[in-house]
């Protein structure tokens, strides 16, 4: 049977699809494709899906999971018995300038893949949540036993509410659920809101910086062959319904792990990788902590290592290059185009 990837257009989900693809599986691809984001990048992710597939594997339907409707007119006729669930309203600054925004993709569009879930009686629904829910937590590394009830965004905000309402649907429906907090996730086909985009094309262009709370910043920064790793390995192994207690505390068959590196970077690192990759040195420009912003953030691998044999690979001063590579082949041909 098919299996739904939401957000398939974006960068979690074209890479998650493609590879479900290249093993063999049959995947429903939805997006709404919208404007966050140039369209053009969107697009590009998804014609680079279907160079994975043979004929008939791979179906794409343009849909805004939040319309109720919508949804369920893109998965008629398809019998979906797994659900990957990435699809969102990203971004920490941005909710602080369109809140509805994530109140609607967020909030309404997951209880739209619950119910879809709970109709469809889905082996597994694995989803997205993010590292951003730990808010200001001054312990680390973070665990997912920690509290996580004081965000800091309103995104993290919805992210959490996310894992709340799973919890209710696994606990009255049954309903095997995985959750997934991201930590910092980059790569080829990233998003170019993100730090190693808006870094890599400045300073290849000689364009200034921005560095937040004057630099003094570490992320858990993850790659993204290990992130569908992980990913991948989540939908494979469903929590069992065995009234045992399960990562984060549910003993209703759901789960929370958190997924990254497990080893935070300082931004200057970062930045000095790029400068190495680009072999070109960076203009920074100073600047304060952003509302929403945390200053570290640090993933506890531990459960999710231990059920599910996580093992991260990939440090920065490799993945970033790889990045960089990928970013400039791509600018290339978007010029040449």
Excluded at 94 to 119: D, F, K, Q
Excluded at 142 to 154: A, G, K, N, Y
Aim: charge should be negative; hydrophobic fraction near 40%; include cysteine.
């Amino acid at each position: 049977m098919p299996i739904l990837v939401t957000g398939a257009a974006g960068f979690i989900g074209a890479h998650v699809a493609r590879f479900l693809l290249a093993r063999g599986e049959h995947v429903l691809g939805i997006d709404n494709l919208n404007d966050y984001y140039p369209v053009s990048l969107k697009k590009d992710r998804l014609d680079w899906i279907g160079e994975a597939t043979g004929e008939g594997r791979f179906d794409f339907v343009q849909c805004d999971f939040a319309d109720e409707t919508a949804l369920d007119e893109a998965v008629s006729g398809h019998e979906i018995d797994r659900i990957v669930h990435l699809g969102a309203q990203a971004g920490v600054r941005y909710s602080l300038e369109n809140p509805r925004a994530y109140v609607r993709s967020n909030l309404a569009g997951h209880v739209n893949i619950l119910e879809l879930a709970r109709t469809r009686s889905a082996m597994h629904l694995v989803y997205a949540s993010s590292s951003s829910v730990y808010g200001a937590n001054a312990s680390t590394p973070f665990r997912v036993e920690d509290r996580v009830d004081r965000p800091v965004s309103l995104y993290a905000a919805t992210k959490r509410s996310d894992e709340l309402m799973s919890e209710t649907y696994s606990y009255l429906y049954r309903i095997a659920q995985t959750g997934l907090r991201f930590f910092t996730v980059y790569g080829p086909w990233g998003r170019p809101d993100m730090a190693p985009w808006l870094f890599t094309s400045a300073i290849s262009e000689g364009r200034p910086i921005k560095i937040f709370n004057g630099g003094d910043m570490l992320r858990d920064f993850t790659y993204i062959d290990d992130i569908v790793a992980g990913v991948v390995a989540a939908l494979d192994h469903p929590p069992a319904d065995d009234g045992a207690e399960k990562a984060g505390g549910s003993h209703a068959p759901h789960r929370l792990y958190n997924i990254g590196n497990n080893r935070p970077e300082k931004l200057e690192y970062l930045i000095s990788t790029i400068e190495a990759a680009v072999g070109r040195e960076a203009i920074r420009d100073y600047q304060p902590m952003q509302p929403g912003d945390v200053p570290a953030t640090f993933a506890d691998i531990g459960a999710i290592e231990r059920d599910l044999g996580f093992a991260p690979t990939t440090p920065l001063n490799v993945g970033m290059p790889r990045f960089v590579d990928w970013y400039r082949d791509y600018s290339q041909g978007k010029n040449q185009g």
